[in-house]
């Protein structure tokens, strides 16, 4: 089962978390730690990305599984990303 429309409509390039499921920071606090421990990690850089079982958000208007983190100057923050998003920063998804 998709997210609702009104959540899965954005086409505007702007990521967002779905909000029935991560509605807080911890909520999105804890994902964003999971996929810094345990996603696969892009080459070059400092990001890592995984993919879960469950709609996390959206990503350029499409619904997406995958989150995507950044370990910058000791603060990891994420977002949802798209496979497209992903195939760009070179991962074979």
Avoid at 49 to 65: A, I, K, S
């Amino acid at each position: 089962m998709g997210v609702p429309h009104t959540f899965s409509a954005r086409g505007d390039g702007r990521a967002q978390y779905n909000p029935y499921r991560y509605g807080n920071d911890e909520a999105v606090r804890e994902l964003e730690m999971r996929c810094y421990k345990d996603g696969t990690p892009l080459q070059g850089s400092y990001a890592r990305y995984l993919r879960v079982d469950h709609v996390v958000g959206v990503c350029w208007g499409e619904e997406t599984q995958y989150v995507y983190v950044e370990c910058t100057s000791g603060f990891v923050h994420g977002r949802p990303i798209s496979r497209r998003a992903l195939k760009k920063r070179g991962v074979d998804v």
